[in-house]
């Protein structure tokens, strides 16, 4: 598993005193709320800490404030750049909800043991998530995030076992 998760993309400089704008990678934009650091992956050091000194959030964006950032020349070279945190600082999941980053990469198969390929990508719809599986026999395979779809979540063996016996026309080539 990674040991950094990342929760957002520095878009660019906010007005001239160092603030950043923020594009959050998380399901909650408020994310931000309850960290006072995060990392950025550089050259230099593999994560560096970043302290938050204030935050504020317009529509789909954050705006933070770093400790030690005070002009618009010193974040210019943070734009597109990656805000990280740790394990450690993931707030804990519901249940029957995963990282995508956990899930990734996983093998998929049917109840029935059939194998459908590897989920290589998570579509986020709104009404619910859709698992991208590609490289089985199969071919590409959309497989919606449903509890009575997804019967199985095995992070640390990398498997997922899907039920469609309910969802009909779902695999390719099916009669």
């Given at each position: ?163 469609l016996k309910d969802m009909e026309g779902l695999l390719p080539d099916e009669d």
């Amino acid at each position: 598993m990674l040991e950094y998760l990342s929760v957002g993309i520095i878009i660019k400089p906010q007005g001239l005193k160092g603030e950043i704008k923020v594009k959050p990678l998380t399901d909650d934009p408020r994310r931000f709320d309850t960290l006072q650091k995060l990392f950025l992956l550089n050259k230099e050091t593999p994560y560096k800490e970043l302290s938050i000194a204030s935050r504020r959030y317009d529509y789909s964006f954050a705006y933070l404030k770093l400790t030690g950032y005070e002009t618009i020349e010193s974040i210019e070279p943070l734009r597109n750049q990656e805000l990280w945190i740790s394990r450690d600082m993931v707030r804990k999941l519901p249940k029957f909800t995963y990282l995508i980053p956990d899930i990734l990469n996983s093998r998929v198969e049917t109840i029935n043991g059939e194998y459908l390929g590897q989920l290589t990508q998570v579509l986020e719809t709104g009404a619910n998530d859709v698992y991208v599986i590609r490289g089985g026999p199969r071919g590409e395979v959309l497989i919606p995030a449903l509890k009575k779809v997804v019967t199985h979540v095995d992070i640390p063996n990398r498997l997922i076992r899907v039920d469609l016996k309910d969802m009909e026309g779902l695999l390719p080539d099916e009669d």
